[in-house]
């Protein structure tokens, strides 16, 4: 049995008299794939948000990798390497592809302003870093881009470039929220193939909202439901696929 | 006019651009790359100026004279303070001291205020954070009048310039000239270094943070120390400029050179010349500070010899309508912004074997363009 | 004599609520910190001039003499109405020419508050020319009528003009936000405006009319400013809004930016605040200059420790608090 490597507890988030994520508990274990789905507005991009920081949570707890993350700052978050994409594209628009990527690696040495104006004090660094960033641009086909400046891309290239950055990050496990919207189903399984040998290859552990079932459910080990912010079922994907209670807020809307 | 007349007006304008150029080289730092409302940019600059007065009168004579120095405002303060404006007469070098002594102190005088009035409202939205600055700013101005012991209050105070005299015998030319040229000299430095600061990591990181903050923390950006680092740059260099301001262009201080009308006159050379890019920060300095001479020489005639006292106030238009028309017309400004420079395109280039156009000189920019052109209209 | 002062500050703070509540209304559908607002301040004071020698046939107005006639009586409160639709015209004006367009191509807050800067600008320079042109520059204080003297309080034409046109503003606010088809679609627009327009009101309409009436309240508070303190300091006339522009930043920001009747007690509370303060600086000997350092900490402190502002206090519980600290039966804990 692998450990969790995130743990949720109890967590709940309002916004007014919204209860946008309503007591949500779960685990995520160690080199897990484990999705998350639930209807339009369930909450799913807000329970990502709250674990990820960029909400404060109203109550409940969120610890990761043995360390309680509750109401961190998403850049120590990000630091412990917990890292998330955005449903709505966030790219910084005024930079190219290639560089939205490069941006996001760690601990760069020449982002500290005293050393900025020194090139050789971080020029190493900075290279191999390019390198990597390339690798990353070419492994989600975006290599052609590149050197375009974010802003001119389509929308599915968009959510390409989220994705590398957040692999660019180095993290250990990856919030990914809808990574293949957008994109057409071939590349859509082709991603969700690649996300599956990021963990055979680097132990990567992933939490992954997406829409269309029919792709997510041939690549996770685990599912969670959710439905008005709450978690209504949990299980294997061929479990929860025959749950009644899922089919029926499927259906029911 | 005569050509003396036409001499010293350039001489006096390229004196006024360069001034202007550090400052909004530094502006460009808060506003352009890490898109932050500076408002409060008149502070900062007094900083500098503040050093000035207190070096020139409290801190140089001892230091640099050997006698003893004085406070401003207290009774008899004029005729000591004449007798240490000879003595600086008598020693070229120690008016070099005093600038010296001025930009240090004024650098970090304006970095800690920097700190100060940025520390807490650097989390706020742009236009808090905007009116913060600026009311933050009017308290210094306030300050500076009330406490006469800091640059004599409301009374204009005479500053002892550096003295160019030795070098510009040495060259047969005018002082004003060498005065240019040091302006100038100290333009090329302030621009050496924005540009190696920004072509970096760190200004890949202010872009991040300016363009998408929400991105940039779950990226691992911390946004209010990134906002905090600008800031303190960009005050630091104002408070330099400042001291330069007044020491080496003005000769005299006042607590009414800071009024947040400067403050908005190097936000309108920004906007001008080109918002994220530093070379585009000294276009639009020099651009405005041509118009602002121009009109200050219309303007003044009017005035002097017409009556129409509103000739006194031509440059609130000049400056007006550029920041309208700027964000009107061109956003982006004159000089748009570039890519960030690093090591990492050498890297590109290598791996993929093409070069961004971007990244070509200007010429292969222009023939390829050409090409593009004939090739449209051909086909 | 206290109660002289404390009317006065009444006054005082009823004239930097007409101008800041005029800031808080478009401010509420429009979501700019326009900058340019002080200089619709200054145009109600010229405006006051300018009816001024109107009245005279424009004989012998220019320089000091408009001052004889600029004594603020009774008789001259009709004068406010075209003062509002003076300053009203201006700020509609400088919205549709300048600000809508800029907001339909999607431009930033943060561009929008820059721009205005430049209409500040181009603003005050109009106002230098008209000054210049009468020789206005520099005048001093404009006398007030003394209508009643009440135990020693003497009641002038300015204060109770400042008084009166506090209430009619909020009486006509009121009114217009709740009984009128437009002053709905303004609330409407305030909360929602992707919604607001999907729902078929005219965005565009519904904030011209906001910001005609802030800038119309805004040039009533500026003339009335002037009637009651002169010129500010000793600098040209036409910066009195500019001089007036960051306290009406702290009266909005404190009255929770976009409201309106928050807008109006912080404006009050400053009032009294800044005078006192100022009185006590006199009494010391200090510059009572210093006395702006009221508003400027007020808006600090708000800005970092209650960013809602005064409207963002929850009133009914504060209310209840209160009720059982006074009955002894609780503290403030729990
Ligand atoms: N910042 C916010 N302020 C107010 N309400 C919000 C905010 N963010 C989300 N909500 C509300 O919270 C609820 C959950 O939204 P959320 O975006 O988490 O749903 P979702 O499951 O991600 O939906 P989708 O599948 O459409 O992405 C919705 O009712 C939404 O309107
Ligand atoms: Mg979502």
């Known amino acids: 049995m692998p450990r969790d490597i995130l743990v949720v507890e109890d967590l709940h988030k309002y916004f007014g008299g919204i209860r946008a994520v309503d007591g949500v508990s779960l685990r995520i274990p160690e080199r897990g794939i484990v999705g998350l789905i639930g209807p339009n507005g369930s909450g799913k991009s807000t329970l990502f948000n709250t674990i990820a920081g960029r909400y404060k949570p109203d109550r409940g707890r969120v610890i990761f990798d043995g360390v309680d993350i509750t109401g961190w700052k998403p850049h120590r978050i990000y630091k412990l390497g917990l ?26 040495r020449g982002e500290s302003p005293l050393r900025a104006p020194l090139h050789r004090l971080w020029a190493g660094q900075e290279m191999e870093y390019a390198r990597k960033a390339l690798d990353w641009v070419r492994f989600v086909q975006l290599g ?61 552990t992933f939490f992954i909202i997406e829409h269309r079932l029919e792709i997510l459910f041939d690549y996770v080990d685990y599912v969670y439901v959710m439905h008005r912010g709450r978690v209504i079922a949990e299980g294997k994907p061929e479990e929860v696929a025959e749950n009644p209670v899922v089919i029926d807020v499927y259906l029911g809307g | 006019m005569p050509v003396g007349g036409v001499v010293s007006f350039i001489l006096a304008y390229l004196s006024v651009a360069a001034v202007y150029s550090l400052l909004s080289i530094s502006m460009n730092i808060e506003y352009g790359w890490a898109g932050i409302p500076n408002f409060g940019k008149a502070a900062f600059i007094a900083a500098g100026g503040a050093a000035a007065a207190i070096v020139a009168a409290q801190l140089g004579p001892p230091l640099l004279l050997g006698v003893k120095g004085v406070v401003p405002g207290g009774l008899g303060f004029f005729a000591k303070y004449n007798a240490l404006l000879n003595a600086y007469a008598a020693h070229p070098a120690a008016t070099w001291g005093v600038l010296v002594l001025s930009c240090i102190i004024g650098g970090v005088i304006a970095m800690i205020l920097g700190v100060l009035f940025t520390f807490p409202a650097v989390r706020l939205r742009e236009d808090y954070l905007a009116i913060a600055l600026l009311m933050a700013a009017q308290l210094v101005w306030i300050v500076l009048r009330v406490d006469k012991q800091i640059m004599g209050g409301t009374f204009s105070m005479v500053l002892p310039s550096p003295d160019f005299t030795p070098v510009a015998r040495l060259l047969h030319v005018p002082d004003t000239v060498v005065k240019v040229l040091f302006l100038w000299g100290l333009v090329a430095v302030f621009l050496y270094y924005s540009e190696k600061l920004m072509n970096s990591p760190f200004g890949r990181k202010l872009r991040a943070v300016r363009d998408d903050e929400i991105a940039a923390e779950a990226l691992g950006k911390n946004v209010p120390v990134s906002r905090l680092q600008a800031m303190m740059i960009g005050s630091f260099l104002a408070g330099v400029a400042g001291a330069i301001y007044v020491l080496v262009h003005l000769a005299s201080v006042n607590p009414d050179y800071f009024l947040p009308d400067i403050t908005f006159m190097i936000l309108a050379m920004v ?15 020099m651009l405005l500070a041509l118009m602002d001479r121009v009109g200050y020489i219309i303007g003044s ?79 | 004599m206290a109660l002289q002062f404390w009317l006065y500050s009444f006054a005082w703070g009823a004239a930097l609520a007409l101008m800041a509540s005029g800031l808080a209304l478009y401010y509420s559908v429009s979501k700019v910190a326009n900058f340019a607002h002080g200089e619709y301040v200054s145009v109600g004071v010229i405006a006051y001039l300018i009816l001024v020698a109107l009245l005279h046939g424009f004989k012998n107005i220019t320089g000091f003499n408009i001052v004889e006639p600029a004594r603020f009586t009774v008789d001259k409160l009709p004068l406010l109405l075209p003062i509002f639709i003076i300053g009203g015209l201006v700020s509609a004006a400088t919205f549709a020419a300048v600000f809508w367009p800029l907001m339909k191509r999607g431009s930033s807050p943060l561009q929008l508050m820059v721009v205005s800067i430049g ?10 020319f008209i000054a210049s042109a009468f020789d206005w520059l520099t005048l001093p204080t404009p006398e007030s009528s003394v209508i009643a003297t009440i135990g020693g309080v003497q009641v002038t034409a300015g204060i109770l003009g400042s008084l009166l046109l506090a209430l009619i503003a909020t009486i006509f606010v009121a ?41 119309g309240l805004a040039a009533v508070g500026g003339a009335l400013m002037f009637i009651l303190t002169g010129p500010p300091g000793e600098r040209p006339i036409v910066e009195l809004g500019w001089m007036d522009l960051l306290p009406i930043f702290a009266a909005t920001v404190l009255g929770g930016l976009g409201s309106f009747y928050g807008t109006l007690v912080a404006s009050f509370i400053l009032g009294l605040a800044f005078n006192e303060v100022s009185a006590i600086l006199l009494n010391y000997g200090l510059d009572p200059s210093l006395a702006l350092a009221v508003p400027f900490g007020v808006t600090l402190a708000v800005l970092l420790f209650m960013p809602e502002g005064l409207a963002g206090l929850n009133w009914g519980r504060l209310y209840r608090r209160l009720k059982e600290v006074f009955r002894g039966a609780g503290g403030w804990g729990s």
């Open chain 1, 144 to 204: 052609r881009v590149a050197a375009s400046l974010s802003s001119d891309i389509s929308g599915g290239q968009m959510k390409l470039t989220e994705l590398a950055r957040a692999l660019m990050s180095r993290a250990k496990m990856l919030l990914l929220d809808e990574p293949a919207a957008g994109v057409n189903p071939t590349l859509a399984h082709q991603i969700f193939q690649n996300i599956a040998r990021l963990r055979e290859e680097y132990g990567l």
């Open chain 3, 175 to 215: 009114w217009f936000t709740r009984g009128t088809m437009i002053g709905v679609s303004m609330r409407a627009v305030a909360d929602n405006p992707g919604l607001a327009e999907a729902s078929g009101i005219n965005v565009f309409l519904v904030q011209l009319v906001a910001w005609f009436i802030g800038g």
């Open chain 2, 271 to 285: 906007l001008v010349g080109g918002v994220g890019n530093n070379w585009g920060a000294i276009a639009g300095a």
């Open chain 3, 119 to 128: 209409l500040m600008f181009v603003l005050r320079f109009i106002l230098y």
């Open chain 2, 301 to 379: 005639r009017l005035a002097t010899e017409y009556g129409m006292l509103w000739g006194g106030y031509l440059y609130y238009i000049v400056y007006g309508l550029a920041i309208i028309i700027a964000i009107a017309f061109r956003p982006q400004g004159l000089v748009p912004e570039k890519p960030v420079k690093t090591p990492a395109w050498r890297v590109y280039i290598e791996e993929t074997g093409e070069t961004p156009r971007f990244l070509k000189p200007i010429w292969a920019r222009l023939r390829s363009l050409r090409a593009r052109r004939k090739g449209k209209k051909e086909g």
């Open chain 1, 83 to 108: 890292v998330r994409t955005f449903q709505n594209p966030r790219l910084w628009l005024s930079l190219t592809v290639f560089e939205n990527v490069l941006t996001s690696g760690r601990d760069q």
